[in-house]
């Protein structure tokens, strides 16, 4: 599963760099949002891609018919070569991973939860360092949660930086529990 989130942020990272210079990023990920409405809608295409009865070149003419209308060059490319590399089934997945991090353009957003309001100064050492970390620009949101004791937890995208008290009791009562037992 792991393996699969790599390859698919390759591939996406991959496309959206050579489409920078060609077509542009918001030009790419229109037209790649467009594509993946068009497999959605037509549940046979993506049958016949993954069809080994039909060549290669069956299939990029197919691809050539089905994706014109005012579609990017490189997104036929980019389908082309998923076909070729045995990746087509990624492409939802590539679509995806690219609509949620760039649909800000370009910013994550980032959950700042506190059990207690910050110090801006605070705040804006906090939002520094985590621009630093992910080298992207953040949308920040707060969030006060009393559940947390103290300290804070931070939430980016999938990742949780978590450095509440509440977490250092559960892991405290973790080994203490493992003590006992042991």
Known sequence: MIRNKVLVSRYAEAFLNFSR????????????AAVKKIL??????????DNPEISYLEKCAIIDEVVRDGICE????????????????????????????????????????????????????????????????????IDLDGSLLGGVQVVVGNTILDGSI?????????????LEMG
Do not use: W
Request: net charge positive.
């Open 21 to 32: 210079a060609n077509c542009g990023t918001d030009k790419a990920l229109v037209d790649l």
């Open 74 to 141: 490189d997104i036929r490319n980019f389908l082309k070569l998923l076909l070729e590399k045995k990746r087509f089934d990624i492409l939802p997945d590539v679509a995806e991973y690219l609509r949620v991090k760039y649909s800000h353009q370009g910013q994550l957003d980032v959950v700042l939860k506190t059990a207690f309001p910050l110090e801006l100064e605070l705040i804006e050492r906090i939002q520094e360092a985590l621009r630093k970390r992910f080298k992207q620009n953040l949308r920040f949101y």
């Open 40 to 49: 959605r809608d037509n549940p046979g295409l993506k049958d016949l891609m």
């Open 166 to 178: 509440k977490k250092r009791l559960l892991e405290l009562r973790g080994r203490l529990t493992a």
